[in-house]
């Protein structure tokens, strides 16, 4: 391991803040859906370097777990947008406020 | 500058700019496409770290699960007809100020962390002692997984064909 571990957190540390622009600047259900997925592999390729760099596999498990959850979210994720493209015709975030009134 | 830098390099670069026009980008085609090379890029550097499991399952569920659902939501959410597959961006400024303030935040917090670090021996394959963990340790919260994964198909199915 030349490469120090505050190279692998400076990376991991970009990427999620890429995804939080992402879903602070754009307006697009999916691309905002997209987004969660980038800050949720950021959060995994954390726990995978120190998972590394202790020389414990326990984080690889719990990263195991992560894609799991991320694969139910995406599939419930997209059945929501899809409900909802159908019953307003967007996806567009702004156009979405069917809770308020 | 080993090889092995010249590969982290690389692999750190595609992911970082392929994140970039997922979020940047107009058209969510490419979008969806730019998040391919980024899952990719971090599947590579999951190799690096020595993780061969996580990086196979990353491909697998990611790439080839994922992001085909996306493309799939892409397709049944935009008539293919019209060219109204763009979108725009807003908040740019408070969104630039946030991200700032965060990126400040991390990097400190990043860079004056006195991290404990192993050194560890060359890498291993890791695959047998997951599997022996995941069978012994962790039997609960991987069976209890199947069943969070089967609500949700189930759910996601029943919400989507109403």
């Given at each position: 391991?030349?490469?120090?571990?505050?190279?692998?957190?400076?990376?991991?540390?970009?990427?999620?803040?890429?995804?939080?622009?992402?879903?602070?600047?754009?307006?697009?259900?999916?691309?905002?859906?997209?987004?969660?997925?980038?800050?949720?592999?950021?959060?995994?390729?954390t726990l995978i370097t120190f998972s590394?760099?202790?020389?414990?596999?326990?984080?690889?498990?719990?990263?195991?777990?992560?894609?799991?959850?991320?694969?139910?979210?995406?599939?419930i994720g997209l059945a929501?947008?899809?409900?909802?493209?159908?019953?307003?015709?967007?996806?567009?975030?702004?156009?979405?406020?069917?809770?308020k009134w | 500058m080993t090889v092995y830098d010249i590969i982290f390099y690389l692999f750190a670069a595609v992911t970082l700019i392929s994140a970039f026009f997922v979020v940047t980008n107009r058209n969510i085609v490419h979008s969806a496409f730019f998040l391919l090379f980024t899952f990719f890029g971090v599947a590579g550097i999951y190799v690096m770290l020595g993780a061969d499991f996580i990086a196979i399952v990353q491909l697998i569920v990611y790439v080839g699960g994922i992001l085909i659902l996306l493309l799939f939501g892409v397709m049944l959410t935009n008539k293919i007809v019209n060219v109204e597959i763009k979108t725009g961006t807003i908040h740019a400024l408070p969104a630039s100020i946030v991200l700032g303030l965060f990126a400040g935040a991390i990097g400190a917090a990043v860079l004056n962390t006195n991290w404990k670090i192993v050194e560890s021996p060359d890498p291993v394959p890791t695959t047998a002692a997951i599997g022996r963990m995941l069978i012994n340790e962790y039997a609960l919260v991987f069976?209890?997984?199947?069943i969070l994964l089967l609500i949700a198909l189930i759910g996601a199915a029943s919400m989507a064909r109403r």
């Open positions: 391991m030349q490469i120090p571990i505050e190279y692998y957190l400076i990376l991991s540390a970009a990427l999620f803040m890429t995804g939080i622009v992402g879903v602070l600047i754009r307006r697009n259900a999916i691309i905002v859906f997209m987004s969660i997925e980038l800050m949720l592999n950021s959060a995994n390729l590394s760099y202790l020389g414990n596999s326990i984080g690889q498990i719990f990263v195991f777990f992560v894609m799991a959850v991320a694969a139910a979210e995406a599939a929501i947008i899809i409900a909802l493209f159908r019953n307003k015709l967007t996806v567009n975030l702004d156009e979405i406020n069917i809770f | 069976e209890l997984l199947g």
